[in-house]
């Protein structure tokens, strides 16, 4: 079957950052489902695994962390999908991408694809859509309809994840939204998702909230470059606030929260499937949920850019988008 993956760690311009290959076809394991891909989109954890996981020796490493696509065949203890079934997912970071003609993927954390969207405009939500909803209903403990009179502030409101979370804040809660962006299209961008007042991050963030949230906002979903904003952050909180956070600041003191005693949540939407935990499910439950959500024209799509078939060269366009830190919204690829 065809795949795109790597042999040896190198810059997204490099020929050979991803490659076109042909690979053995996987075996779905008991629990697996086999899946003909339709579409990928791409997130921020495939470049950062294509720039720091050398795969052995000889071994192709395969990315693609979202894909939407068709059941083909079943393990024998899959319970809730049959062959036709159109599905969409995230997949497991421990196990092999879905940048490839087929893939296998536990039925736990798979969900059915909305029926009014297509594979394409469906591959670029679900890996941002657990991470907000699991960021924003288990760990900053936000009910669903609920928050009113609290607000929350979303660092990165126009990318990946920042785009799915401020729909899911501002339809499914009463929450005021505050979202960051930082130029006239992505701040246009986070408007139109439902963020009620958007600030920029390229400036100081005190002044700005000052005007909106003179109390300190009451949830704050840091998405990216948390270190450089962590300041900012300490002063903006309430006092008692929730602080949740996506990426890996390197060098932060969380003491200096103590004596607001604010609470810090990590969220890392593959914990469930790298762990097995007995909630893994939840995953897929979710996904039908928002499945559900789109079909309704609660939530939308969060497509940007979509970059042609799923081949090597545009996967490489594709990671050097992100990694200029220029990319709004989802980059998706269709077809093989």
């Known amino acids: 079957m065809k795949a795109i993956g790597y042999y040896k760690i190198h810059p997204s311009s490099h020929p050979e950052a991803l490659l076109d290959l042909e690979l053995p076809e996987p075996t779905p394991g008991p629990r697996d489902l086999l899946v003909e891909v339709r579409a ?29 696509g068709v059941v083909v065949a079943t393990g024998d203890r899959v319970t809730g999908y049959k062959p036709g079934d159109a599905v969409w997912y995230a997949g497991a970071i421990g196990r092999p991408g879905a940048n490839s ?32 909803w699991e960021l924003l209903f288990e760990r900053l403990r936000v009910p669903r309809d609920g928050g009113a009179g609290q607000s929350l502030l979303i660092i990165g409101a126009a990318g990946g994840v920042g ?5 899911l804040a501002a339809k499914l809660t009463r ?30 963030l005190g002044p700005q909230l000052a005007k ?35 990426d890996e600041p ?14 810090w949540h990590w969220e890392s939407m593959f914990t469930r499937s790298m762990f097995e935990t007995p909630d893994m499910i939840e995953q897929g439950r979710l996904l039908d949920e ?17 970059f ?15 990694e200029s830190g220029k990319a709004r919204g989802k980059i998706v690829l269709e077809g093989f």
Request: aromatic letters at 2%; hydrophobic letters at 45%; a positive charge.
């Open 101 to 132: 003609e087929r893939h296998v993927v536990d039925e736990r954390i798979v969900g059915k694809r909305p029926a009014s969207i297509d594979f394409a405009r469906a591959a670029a939500l679900p890996l941002t859509t657990i991470t907000a």
């Open 250 to 263: 390197k060098s932060i003191d969380v003491l200096a929260l103590k004596r607001k005693s604010v609470a």
């Open 163 to 167: 785009s799915i979370l401020t729909q």
């Open 175 to 204: 929450l005021k939204v505050i979202g960051t962006a930082s130029r006239p299209e992505t701040q246009a961008w986070a408007r139109s998702l439902g963020a009620h007042e958007v600030i920029d991050h390229t400036q100081p």
């Open 308 to 322: 042609g078939k799923i081949t090597a060269e545009n996967l490489r366009r594709a990671h050097a988008l992100i």
């Open 40 to 68: 990928v989109s791409v997130n921020p954890v495939d470049t950062k695994v294509r720039r720091g996981v050398a795969p052995a020796e000889g071994v192709a490493k395969v990315l693609g962390w979202d894909a939407a």
């Open 212 to 246: 909106i949230a003179p109390g300190g906002v009451d949830h704050i979903a840091s998405l990216t470059q948390t270190d450089q904003h962590f300041p900012a952050l300490i002063e903006a909180i309430a006092p008692q606030g929730h602080i949740a956070v996506i």
């Open 290 to 306: 928002v499945s559900r959500l789109v079909d309704r024209q609660v939530i939308a799509t969060t497509v940007a850019e979509h």
